[in-house]
């Protein structure tokens, strides 16, 4: 079935050091993916998007690229800092008129100090 | 300005005994979603609400689950009967008509004893 999922359940990184999340999907037809950050007890958190006509997108201090062809896509945190640590799901609207999002079990990011 | 607000943020009740959760969208949003996320899990759909359509409700996972919007803005969402494998955290998000990224509340932790 289609499914977005996350490659590793935890990443653990040195505070400073860059950090880089993946995620692979399998609907070729997902135009749209939505990188989300939640903490312990907190909802999940809007970091940045990307739509499928563009493979790069930057913010502040991150960035997430898109590979179509391969259908995969990535999210990469500079400087990672004690306050990134946190589970990152990747999050791909369902191709249905809600909209619904489908979230992968997440990669757990822990940073080092 | 305010976000998603969830209330309560945690209830323990026994089996057997009706719930009744809350959520108030962001202002002006008219999509409403509700999730339910286990432990260490991603999320899972369970209703959808567009403005005064009729609600999506093919995430339910049972009879004893249902939801309502009123006056377009706060939703309840009523478990009866709960039973253990209810226990979750419950997640409300709202976005913009057709629009994404959706914001989460924070939740309700949901144990059944």
């Known amino acids: 079935g289609e499914s977005v999922g996350l490659h590793l359940p935890t990443l653990s990184v040195q505070e400073g050091d860059n950090s880089i999340i993946n995620c692979a999907y399998s609907n070729s037809a997902s135009d749209y993916f939505i990188w989300y950050k939640q903490e312990s007890g907190k909802g999940p958190q809007f970091i940045i998007d990307?739509?499928?006509?563009?493979d790069k997108r930057q913010g502040q201090r991150v960035t997430v690229l898109l590979n179509k062809t391969v259908k995969h896509l990535s999210l990469q945190i500079a400087a990672t800092q004690p306050g990134d640590s946190a589970v990152y799901f990747c999050?791909?609207?369902?191709?249905?008129?809600?909209?619904?999002?489908?979230f992968g079990s997440g990669t757990r990011l822990q940073v080092q100090p | 300005g305010a976000g998603v607000s969830q209330s309560p943020s945690n209830k323990v009740t026994e089996k057997g005994k009706d719930v009744e959760l809350r959520c108030d969208p962001i202002?002006?949003?008219?999509?409403l979603y509700w999730y339910r996320q286990s432990l260490g899990q991603g999320l899972e759909f369970l209703i959808y609400f567009q403005g005064n359509s009729a609600p999506d409700k093919s995430g339910l996972p049972s009879d004893r689950f249902s939801a309502e919007r009123t006056g377009g803005s706060v939703s309840t969402l009523t478990i009866q009967r709960t039973q253990q494998e209810d226990s979750a955290v419950y997640l409300c998000?709202?976005?913009?008509?057709?629009?994404?990224?959706?914001?989460f509340g924070d939740g309700t932790r949901l144990s059944i004893l």
């Open positions: 990307i739509r499928s006509n563009m």
């Open positions: 202002s002006g949003h008219t999509a």
């Open positions: 999050a791909d609207p369902m191709d249905t008129g809600r909209r619904a999002l489908t």
């Open positions: 998000a709202s976005s913009e008509p057709g629009e994404q990224p959706q914001h």
